[in-house]
């Protein structure tokens, strides 16, 4: 079945708002890199790494299913937050902004019968699950500690400890 114009620009735009993730959580990384921060600096170059890879997947797919893929331009991340809570709360938003256009997407194939591509965003509606649930365990681990030092450290060094997925 051919690729309708609606889905593959729906696929395009998403393309543009992974790599958006990815340039977003790299500013984050670049924030932590100039705090004593480095297990949250790994965390978030983890993140921007992930988020290259589900940017990499829309495009093959949508390569896949002979489509064109169209690159869009990136918006200039932010690169300075008052504390590394603020971060992950900018992590949080980013992640429901996702979950909310993956889901779009996942109704226009649904309208448009376009069974394939409901079948690829399965993954995304999963991976999305993860990722807030993530995002969501290490805000409540720094609203936990709140400004103490130590327990500031010691949510770092768990942060630090995250594995390459
Ligand atoms: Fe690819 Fe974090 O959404």
Do not use: C
Not at 24 to 35: E, I, K, S, V, W
Not at 60 to 87: C, E, H, M, N, T
Not at 130 to 158: C, F, H, I, P, W
């Amino acid at each position: 079945m051919k690729l309708s114009t609606k889905v593959e620009k729906a696929l395009n735009d998403q393309i543009n708002l992974e790599l958006n993730s990815a340039y977003a959580y790299l500013g984050m990384a670049a924030y932590f890199a100039q705090t004593p921060f480095a297990g949250f600096a790994r965390w978030m170059h983890l993140q921007s790494r992930e988020e290259l890879g589900h940017a990499q997947k829309f495009f093959d797919y949508l390569v896949d299913r002979g489509g064109k893929v169209s690159l869009q331009a990136l918006a200039q991340p932010a690169s300075a937050y008052q504390a590394p809570i603020d971060a992950f709360r900018a992590s949080l938003q980013h992640e429901q902004k996702v979950s909310a256009a993956i889901e779009r997407i996942y109704e226009l194939a649904l309208s448009e019968k376009d069974y394939s591509t409901m079948s690829f965003l399965k993954w995304f509606l999963d991976e999305q699950v993860e990722e807030e649930k993530s995002v969501n365990d290490m805000l409540a681990r720094l609203e936990l500690v709140g400004d103490n030092t130590s327990g500031l450290y010691q949510v770092d060094q768990y942060a630090g400890r995250r594995g390459e997925s």
